[in-house]
């Protein structure tokens, strides 16, 4: 779509939720994300001879310890002390074979019984961003920070989807997602209204189970790039292993 609106002074890239954007941290003006494929490779199938320290098979190195496997099973765990009491109803009833954690199934249906119905595909995604993991499995405070960040993801549809319609256009998801505490260029906020609007005529909207998946995705590649970006310069460094971690969890999901 076109017709976006200039960029607010002081434009940075996702800061993290209702943080200020570091002063004089622009994003968007500068090269991206550096993706240090290997030390010496020439092209994807003719990796670098490996280095004495490397530990990973054919050649690339062992995937760093922060990403960790995909498929690890998850840690019990308790709700948080204060935890809003409909929350545990909610958990308790889905979990019905008292094993502590609720499957995918188990979680659609327990939004729904909150107004809150999502395909399986966000479903999987709310599910990977709060465990970090592919298991498609969730515990108690895993799912009680889940259910407040749908809250708060939630009031940013409604509150920016001014005719009600149940749909919020390329301005209002711009909005949507500052008011988050995310800012995305204008080329890279195009990208999101087509992949995840619907075409109504010569525009494309997005309704509110697209806009979690959107935020979900936003939400996930800007903290793992942030971990590459210490100092805010809008520039990180990944190793290919890095990259790949860091994109395919979101394709499979």
Same mark, same amino acid.
């Given at each position: 779509?076109?017709?976006?609106? &200039? /960029? ?26 550096? &993706? ?12 670098? +001879?490996? &280095? ?21 099973? #998850? ?17 308790? !009833? ?18 729904? /019984? ?5 395909? #399986?595909?966000?479903? &999987? #995604? *709310?599910?990977? !961003? ?15 920070? *889940?259910?407040? /960040? *749908? +809250? ?25 997602? *500052? ?15 087509? +992949? ?27 903290? +793992? ?22 994109? #395919? ?5």
């Amino acid at each position: 779509m076109s017709g976006y609106s &200039h /960029s607010p002074p002081g434009y940075g890239y996702g800061y993290g939720y209702g943080s200020a954007s570091p002063p004089g941290q622009p994003y968007g003006e500068t090269p991206q994300a550096q &993706h240090q494929y290997d030390h010496k490779a020439q092209a994807y199938d003719a990796p670098a +001879k490996p &280095h004495k320290n490397q530990a990973g098979r054919g050649g690339y190195p062992a995937p760093a310890p922060s990403y960790g496997s995909l498929f690890a099973a #998850l840690v019990p765990s308790v709700f948080p002390p204060g935890t809003d009491p409909e929350i545990i109803a909610c958990f308790q !009833l889905a979990d019905q074979d008292g094993s502590g954690f609720i499957d995918d199934k188990e979680m659609q249906r327990a939004l729904s /019984s909150y107004n809150q119905r999502f395909s #399986l595909r966000t479903v &999987h #995604l *709310l599910m990977y !961003l709060f465990t970090r993991t592919n298991t498609r499995k969730i515990g108690p405070k895993e799912f009680a920070a *889940l259910f407040y /960040s *749908l +809250k708060s993801w939630r009031g940013a549809f409604e509150r920016f989807d001014r005719d009600r319609s149940g749909f919020i256009d390329a301005n209002e998801l711009r909005d949507a997602l *500052l008011s988050l505490g995310f800012a995305v260029s204008p080329v890279v906020l195009e990208l999101l209204v087509y +992949k995840f609007g619907k075409t109504g005529g010569k525009k494309r909207a997005i309704e509110y189970d697209k806009f979690i998946e959107c935020c979900l995705t936003v939400k996930g590649l800007t903290e +793992k790039f942030k971990e590459k970006d210490k100092a805010y310069t809008g520039m990180g460094t990944f190793t290919y292993e890095e990259f790949m971690l860091t994109v #395919l969890p979101f394709l499979i999901a």
